[in-house]
Structure formats: C-alpha cells, structure tokens
C-alpha cells in the first residue's frame, strides 16, 4: 500500500486486471450463484454454497486479494477487492468475502505481524482454508460491546454476527486484547438469527469460558478491528454499487419488454424520467464508491472521509434501486420466487451495517467541520 501523493487525484477508472478480475468472477456466479440457486439456497438450512466459495477464495484466488505474496497472498488492492464486491452485490450470492476476505483480513494486517498466530491464520485465509469473521454486531462501525476475560477464558454474548454460521475462527475483541477462538471450542455457541437478509445469515456468538489465542493487547487490538470496519464500510459501498446497477438494468429489460397498450411500459414518460434519476445516482454512486476504495488502496490520509461519503450516499441509492425495481417489475417483482426481494432485503441490511447512512453523514459534517444536518 502506498501513500496517496498530497493534491493528485484519485483514479476512478478500472485498470485492465480489474476487469478481467471482473469477467472471471462474473462468469463464475453466472454459472454457480444465477438466481434460482440463490433463491433455493435462501430457503435451506445451508444458504453458503461450499463449492461456490472454494472455487471464488481459491480457483480465483479472491480470498487472499488483500494479503501480501509473502504471507500466501495475492498481493492486491482495495481496488480488486471493490471489484470482487461489486460483483457479489450484482448476484448476492451468499459468500463471506466481505466478512473474512475484507473486514478479518484487514484487521489482521492492521496487527502488522510478519510471523506468529495471526500471521499463520492470515495464510490460512488467503489459501481458502478457514474463514474469519470478527465478532462486532454487523452494524457496528467501531468496538463497542467486548467479551470479558476471567482466568484466561473469554465470557459473553455477541452479536448479531454476520457470516459467523460459516466462520472457522472469530476474532474476539476484549478489555484484555484482541483473541482468535475457534467456532468449534468448547464453549462457543453459534446460534443463527432470523434475519431480513437471507443471503447474509447472522448469529449470535456466545461465549462460555471459552480458549482463544490472544493476537494482540488490547489498545492494538482496538486499533486493528477499527481499521477492519472502516475497511469494510469503505468496501460496502461496492457491493451497493453493484447491486443498485443489477436493479437498474434488469429494471430497462423488463419495462422495454414488458407491454402495455400496444407499447412499451418503458416508453412512457414517467417510467422514463424514474429510469433517468436512477442512472444518475449510480453513477454517482460509482464515483464515491471508487473514490473509497482508491483511498483504502493508496494509504490517503482523507480515506476517513471518503469512506463516510461512500457510505453515506451508496447505502440511499442502493434502497431507492432496489424500491424502484420492485415497484416498476409490477405484479412478478412482489413475488418470491423474483430475485428482486433478495435485492431489497440485501439493500436495507446494507443501509445498517457498519454504521448507518446517518450517522455516516455526522462523520462528513465533521470532516467538514459543518453543523450536522
């Protein structure tokens, strides 16, 4: 990662590798993650699909983007990992890129250990092997509640966590350092949760004297998850950004098909003018969307800011494409068996993970140093 230099501009446009990154992962969940195998997932006891997340975190190697080549990694960027987000976000496949690949990941190099317990579990993920989530609520966009450690044993409950029904480890933060359990330790407790989004389970973790390996102390600790979440807010609004161009596009298809007194419904001017807003929020969203994940990949030190932006707007038009998909599919988009209400319910959990859209929105008031709307 290198430094932003003062006054250059960010880099907005996808570079070659980005998009044949884009291409293979595309093709890979047009084949493993097309809608009615999203929608069957969603209504088993299984929604993450194996074979779908070794052939994304290893065939690809997008499990490891974000680690470094001498710790098993790829040695990419934010950038990549944008790339890979937007594309879970245009299918929402159930895969916990977002949680292990991006928010674990970046909390254990935030630890800057070159060997040792976290440097052996950051190979273990960049290789597909284990999956790691932290244990933080999913709405959570700094540490808050912690697990308390009393003789050496960690004790609580956490939660809602995302992905933690599919993780192998959790990162566990307390007063007494930041800890990796194993989800199979005596003593952890995985129960799901009924959640709004079915694509991305949540749990809450309990702990009952339970062993972890303390990974750091706890101001350090503290420090990394934080820079985990920032790293995932950032990140978030990529998958947002494919998302609300999924709506979009499948919305245009279906009204220039869909016809109504001998024309299409997408010729009629109000649908038109609806369409037309919608292109100029993703667009937008675009933009501060690739302004974040520039700044997480260059090190900028406004990278605060533009995460707050991107999140701040992306998670809006994420809902409005989302609303608006249902709405102008008519009857077929209020159905189950469309994909449209997994885009919906994907959206609105969006909206509240890693802080809201609000409170996003103090944080570029204080940026700013401007009275909070």
Same mark, same amino acid.
């Given at each position: 990662?290198?430094?932003?230099?003062?006054?250059?501009?960010?880099?907005?446009?996808?570079?070659?590798?980005?998009?044949?990154?884009?291409?293979?992962?595309?093709?890979?969940?047009?084949?493993?993650?097309?809608?009615?195998?999203?929608?069957?997932?969603?209504?088993?006891?299984?929604?993450?699909?194996?074979?779908?997340?070794?052939?994304?975190?290893?065939?690809?190697?997008?499990?490891?983007?974000?680690?470094?080549?001498?710790?098993?990694?790829?040695?990419?960027?934010?950038?990549?990992?944008?790339?890979?987000?937007?594309?879970?976000?245009?299918?929402?496949?159930?895969?916990?890129?977002?949680?292990?690949?991006?928010?674990?990941?970046?909390?254990? &190099? *935030?630890?800057?250990?070159? +060997?040792?317990?976290?440097?052996?579990? !950051? =190979?273990?993920?960049? @290789? #597909? $092997?284990?999956?790691?989530?932290?244990?933080?609520?999913?709405?959570?966009?700094?540490?808050?509640?912690?697990?308390?450690?009393?003789?050496?044993?960690?004790?609580?409950?956490?939660?809602?966590?995302?992905?933690?029904?599919?993780?192998?480890?959790?990162?566990?933060?307390?007063?007494?350092?930041?800890?990796?359990?194993?989800?199979?330790?005596?003593?952890?407790?995985?129960?799901?949760?009924?959640?709004?989004?079915?694509?991305?389970? &949540? *749990?809450?973790?309990?702990? +009952?004297?339970?062993?972890?390996?303390? !990974? =750091?102390?706890?101001? @350090? #600790? $503290?420090?990394?998850?934080?820079?985990?979440?920032?790293?995932?807010?950032?990140?978030?609004?990529?998958?947002?950004?494919?998302?609300?161009?999924?709506?979009?596009?499948?919305?245009?298809?279906?009204?220039?098909?869909?016809?109504?007194?001998?024309?299409?419904?997408?010729?009629?001017?109000?649908?038109?003018?609806?369409?037309?807003?919608?292109?100029?929020?993703?667009?937008?969203?675009?933009?501060?969307?690739?302004?974040?994940?520039?700044?997480?990949?260059?090190?900028?030190?406004?990278?605060?800011?533009?995460?707050?932006?991107?999140?701040?707007?992306?998670?809006?038009?994420?809902?409005?494409?989302?609303?608006?998909?249902?709405?102008?599919?008519?009857?077929?988009?209020?159905?189950?068996?469309?994909?449209?209400?997994?885009?919906?319910?994907?959206?609105?959990?969006?909206?509240?993970?890693?802080?809201?859209?609000?409170?996003?929105?103090?944080?570029?008031?204080?940026?700013?140093?401007?009275?909070?709307?």
């Amino acid at each position: 990662m290198t430094a932003q230099t003062e006054g250059q501009a960010p880099d907005l446009l996808y570079s070659e590798a980005e998009e044949d990154l884009r291409a293979a992962v595309r093709s890979l969940l047009a084949d493993r993650a097309d809608a009615p195998s999203v929608i069957a997932r969603t209504e088993s006891d299984t929604p993450y699909d194996p074979q779908l997340w070794k052939a994304l975190a290893t065939g690809i190697g997008a499990a490891g983007l974000l680690v470094p080549e001498e710790l098993g990694g790829q040695g990419a960027t934010h950038r990549e990992a944008a790339v890979v987000l937007e594309e879970l976000g245009r299918s929402v496949a159930p895969a916990p890129f977002l949680t292990s690949s991006v928010v674990a990941t970046e909390t254990l &190099l *935030a630890l800057g250990a070159q +060997d040792g317990p976290a440097a052996e579990l !950051l =190979a273990g993920l960049a @290789a #597909g $092997r284990q999956v790691a989530v932290v244990a933080v609520p999913f709405a959570a966009a700094s540490v808050g509640v912690r697990a308390s450690v009393v003789s050496g044993a960690l004790a609580g409950t956490l939660g809602p966590v995302a992905d933690a029904a599919a993780a192998d480890v959790l990162l566990v933060p307390t007063d007494d350092g930041l800890y990796a359990v194993a989800t199979d330790a005596p003593g952890v407790r995985v129960e799901p949760l009924v959640a709004l989004d079915l694509t991305r389970p &949540l *749990a809450t973790v309990t702990l +009952d004297a339970a062993e972890g390996i303390r !990974l =750091a102390e706890a101001g @350090a #600790g $503290r420090r990394a998850v934080d820079r985990g979440l920032l790293a995932g807010a950032g990140l978030l609004a990529s998958e947002q950004l494919g998302l609300a161009e999924w709506c979009l596009t499948e919305t245009v298809r279906h009204t220039r098909e869909r016809h109504q007194f001998n024309r299409p419904i997408g010729s009629f001017q109000a649908l038109k003018h609806r369409m037309a807003q919608l292109w100029l929020e993703v667009v937008s969203a675009r933009a501060v969307a690739r302004n974040a994940a520039d700044a997480l990949a260059t090190g900028s030190p406004d990278t605060p800011l533009a995460v707050a932006v991107a999140q701040a707007y992306c998670s809006k038009v994420a809902v409005h494409a989302a609303e608006e998909c249902v709405q102008l599919h008519g009857g077929i988009g209020m159905t189950w068996e469309h994909p449209a209400h997994l885009y919906l319910k994907r959206a609105k959990a969006d909206a509240t993970a890693y802080g809201t859209a609000g409170r996003h929105r103090d944080g570029v008031a204080a940026f700013m140093e401007l009275p909070a709307p």
